[in-house]
């Protein structure tokens, strides 16, 4: 029997998990991982998958290899099919829905093209959690900003720090 080992995390937690399944693992067989691995029992039953490049979750009753999963894939598990994602900056605000598994990054991306922002005027901001100082990565998942069952996540698109001599 073959193993794939998948980076996995979970809603409400920045860890990132290292799990090992066998390459015929179900989506059941990687929640009860995830679970001892520190995700929260109650989540068990709402729990989907998901990966960042496909919209919906993965099919709980077929292999995780046959809907795409690779070896050294990034999974996160979510309650929400959808995390809402609002961007604000200066007086404008927009709002779009993201699977759990889209990074900060893509979730800047598309405010960019919303809004019309020059690529140069872009690379010199990031995306700030509203009300804090808290800049996740931009490869960090936004369903994983979010915890007990929330759908949603608001950011400011705030300058980078600059330092000038």
């Not at 001892?36 to 990966?51: K, S, W, Y």
């Not at 993201?98 to 922002?117: D, L, S």
């Not at 490869?139 to 915890?147: E, H, N, R, S, Y």
């Amino acid at each position: 029997m073959n193993k794939i080992t998948l980076f996995v995390q979970f809603e409400g937690s920045s860890n990132i998990e290292l799990i090992e399944l066998s390459d015929t693992a179900t989506s059941a067989d990687l929640i009860r991982s995830a679970i001892a691995c520190g995700m929260p029992e109650d989540t068990r039953g709402e729990a989907l998958i998901f990966l960042e490049d496909k919209e919906d979750a993965l099919d709980a009753g077929l292999p995780l290899m046959a809907q795409g999963v690779k070896n050294k894939d990034r999974v996160t598990l979510h309650r929400c099919k959808r995390v809402e994602a609002s961007v604000a900056f200066n007086a404008r605000l927009e709002a779009r829905k993201f699977n759990p598994a889209a990074t900060v990054g893509r979730v800047k991306r598309w405010f960019v093209k919303e809004i019309g922002m020059t690529p140069v005027d872009a690379s010199e901001h990031v995306l700030q959690i509203t009300g804090t100082s808290h800049r996740p990565d931009e490869d960090v998942p936004v369903g994983t900003l979010v915890a007990n069952g929330t759908c949603s996540v608001a950011f400011t698109l705030a300058p980078r720090k600059r330092v000038e001599g």
